[in-house]
């Protein structure tokens, strides 16, 4: 917390039902988020354990500089991913990280598993396990309606909560943010499950009083002028990042049918601006931010015969565009903004479930599965089949869906189908298939996610292909985005917030930090996630890619397999310099 | 001696010419991408990637004649 010279973690046992609260002088240095959170899971993970091992800790940690400047919004869970079996890292907006820290908690860890479905409630001056027997088997939209009427209280709230697909131990489950953000990939919602915790729910309600109000207002509005008054954040409130698809596409960088193809036919009906004429209803914020790109589709939904109609609101994004969209040959936005509403309901990771069924239809196309395994016909464009299908990996409906639940890797392990099972180290494919940077970012990075160092942008903004150019701004991108991560500023705003931005910003809440000390601190955050790893077993070295990858042409022309494998033996000798 | 160029601009970019598309631009030849976009008023920030027919082309790659070029968008995310 700024002005306070430790981290206050809360620590909830819940086999034992024991709270304990600790002031760490020592997590100080670490000014918050991953690098606090980094920390707290290398002191609580059990390696020898299984993932969804109830010894296993989830870790929640906000930064030091939370909610008191624009942008800076998010919470960060770490774990060990039920998915990968290794980091689990996840970032998530909404009203968490303002919740958490008007409660007065830095970083919260949560051990052990209940006796009972439970949900777990905090406040600034009570901290409780509750009974959720009554909510399990509930939906994740209507248990957080459900708590918020039983909570009740004052102040600023968060509700975070899981669905079936939690609650059945789905290794891609994610946890649902009020309403329409998520702790999406790797599996949070498994790893809540695992500990029969269906929800949490934060209130709070403490003042905050600034010390030097008119140093700290004069950089804030620095900031808040570079956020609302110039071009940097407009796209991603205009039409957001759904406007990657036409791009995208016409260059050649849209996985499509399982990224049998780069591009797709129908992007034009499927675009940002599609999506924006024909359901665009409302643009939301996560408190703290005043950009709002949080982009809100409505579609009709026949519930009745006789013409009886309701309309569903959704959130959508690129990434669902892709994996929900291009990824399955879908066509239309309606579809596709129903089979989010589906995701959403049983609580997936909309990325991993889409680049998986996108499998599993391909495996059904080429006899490697048959119907009785899918109990649906799987074909790209049939929306409602994977509407259905969705349904059957939450209630994991057969051994094929239970399979699908883990994974796609895990599924081509059981039933062939590795060369287009399209994944970089167990996580599934992010939506961008734009060359050497995203293969190599996504292979090496700490989660396996395009977040992790921004490989699609370094494929564009590369001026010719220089192997040890790309090895060296992944990995300085990698260490950077450790330190902006410490702070958990949305990465969305990562030019609004260089280096001299962030020290005004720190110093002006009292925090006296270098530039020097900051990439120190990357250096360190990056070193104890690869610690981690090592430690649950990752090998960098090992990993094997989909030879899909090199079939299709990238939006950067055709790959070279070797090449790709040479950039990761590049990297692996570059972070031995972190050891 | 002039050349011609024409940009097609994608996506975000086509509101730095809402009125002419493909953008038409005719020059002393030969120039720089880099300075063909400036003329053109096209942020740099703003470009992805830029193609002509199949092949990709740097700011600092010099064009002496005539040429259809598509200019895209930098992709949006974290």
């Known amino acids: 917390m700024f002005y306070e010279k430790y981290i206050k973690v809360l620590y ?36 020898d354990l299984d993932p969804l091992d109830p010894a296993q800790p989830i870790v929640f940690a906000i930064g030091g500089a939370t909610s008191v400047f624009p942008v800076i919004t998010k919470t960060v869970a770490m774990f060990i991913s039920p998915l990968t079996g290794e980091l689990g890292e996840s970032y998530a907006g909404g009203r968490l990280a303002l919740t958490l820290m008007m ?6 860890v949560i051990t052990g598993k209940s006796k009972r479905p439970s949900y777990l409630s905090i406040s600034r001056n009570n901290i409780e396990i509750k009974d959720a027997r009554a909510f399990w088997g509930i939906n994740s939209d209507e248990v957080g309606g459900l708590i918020r009427e039983r909570e009740g209280g004052s102040g600023k709230r ?15 489950a994610s946890v649902c943010v009020d309403t329409y953000r998520h702790f999406g990939r790797l599996g949070l919602g498994a790893v809540m499950g695992s500990k029969y915790l269906k929800a949490i729910s934060v209130i709070g309600d403490r003042d905050m009083p600034v010390e030097n109000f008119k140093e700290y207002f004069k950089v804030y509005q620095d900031i808040n002028k570079k956020v609302t008054a110039t071009e940097i954040m407009a796209k991603y409130h205009d039409a957001g990042t759904p406007i990657n698809v036409e791009p995208l596409n016409a260059a050649g960088g849209l996985p499509t049918l399982n990224l049998k193809q780069n591009s797709f036919e129908h992007a034009s009906d499927i675009s940002g601006e599609a999506f924006a004429k024909n359901n665009l209803v409302r643009k939301m914020a996560c408190t703290g931010c005043p950009v709002g790109c949080i982009h809100i589709g409505q579609f009709r939904r026949e519930f009745d015969k006789g013409h009886e109609y309701e309309a569903i609101s959704v959130g959508y994004d690129y990434e669902l565009i892709f994996s929900l969209g291009t990824f399955l040959g879908i066509k239309t936005s309606d579809e596709i903004l129903e089979i989010i509403d589906v995701v959403e309901q049983y609580g997936l990771d909309a990325m991993s479930v889409g680049v998986v069924l996108g499998w599993a239809t391909e495996a059904l196309e080429k006899g490697l599965v048959s119907l009785e395994d899918t109990l649906v016909p799987l074909a790209f464009g049939n929306a409602q089949g994977y509407m259905d299908a969705i349904k059957n990996i939450a209630w994991r409906k057969n051994e094929f869906y239970i399979l699908l639940g883990q994974g796609a890797d895990k599924a081509s392990d059981i039933y062939g189908g590795k060369d287009f099972a399209m994944t970089f180290a167990k996580n599934e494919m992010s939506g961008y298939h734009t060359g050497y940077g995203i293969i190599l970012g996504s292979v090496v990075g700490a989660r396996h996610s395009h977040l992790c160092n921004g490989g699609y942008s370094l494929d564009q903004s590369m001026k010719e292909f220089d192997k040890e150019k790309l090895v060296e701004d992944i990995f300085a991108e990698e260490k950077e985005r450790c330190m902006l991560n410490s702070l958990v500023i949305c990465l969305f705003a990562r030019k609004v917030y260089d280096r001299e931005t962030i020290l005004a910003a720190l110093n002006s809440i009292g925090r006296e930090i270098t530039n020097e000390e900051l990439t120190e601190l990357g250096e360190k955050i990056y070193a104890t996630k690869l610690r981690i790893k090592k430690m649950l077993g990752f090998d960098q070295s090992a990993v094997k890619l989909p030879k899909r990858l090199f079939e299709t042409p990238s939006l950067y022309g055709e790959l070279d397999e070797d090449t790709a494998y040479e950039l990761i033996d590049m990297y692996v000798e570059r972070t031995k310099s972190l050891a | 001696m002039t050349i011609k160029i024409q940009i097609e601009l994608i996506g975000w970019l086509k509101r730095y010419s809402p009125e002419e598309d493909p953008v038409m631009i005719e020059l002393m030849f030969p120039e720089t991408v880099d300075k063909i976009f400036i003329k053109a008023g096209i942020p740099r920030e703003e470009i ?15 064009i002496s004649e005539d040429i259809y070029m598509v200019a895209y968008p930098t992709i949006l995310g974290g």
Not at chain 1, 158 to 172: H, M, P
């Open chain 1, 103 to 108: 409660a007065g908690y830095d970083a919260v």
């Open chain 2, 48 to 62: 992805g990637i830029i193609k002509a027919g199949e092949n990709r082309l740097s700011l600092n790659h010099l």
């Open chain 1, 158 to 172: 968060s509700i975070i909560r899981i669905g079936q697909a939690g609650e059945n131990l789905v290794s891609y």
């Open chain 1, 12 to 47: 909830v046992d819940l086999n034992n039902e024991k709270i304990e609260i600790s002031h760490r002088h020592d997590l100080y240095e670490y000014l918050g988020g991953v690098g606090v959170a980094s920390k707290l899971l290398e002191e609580n993970i059990k390696p």
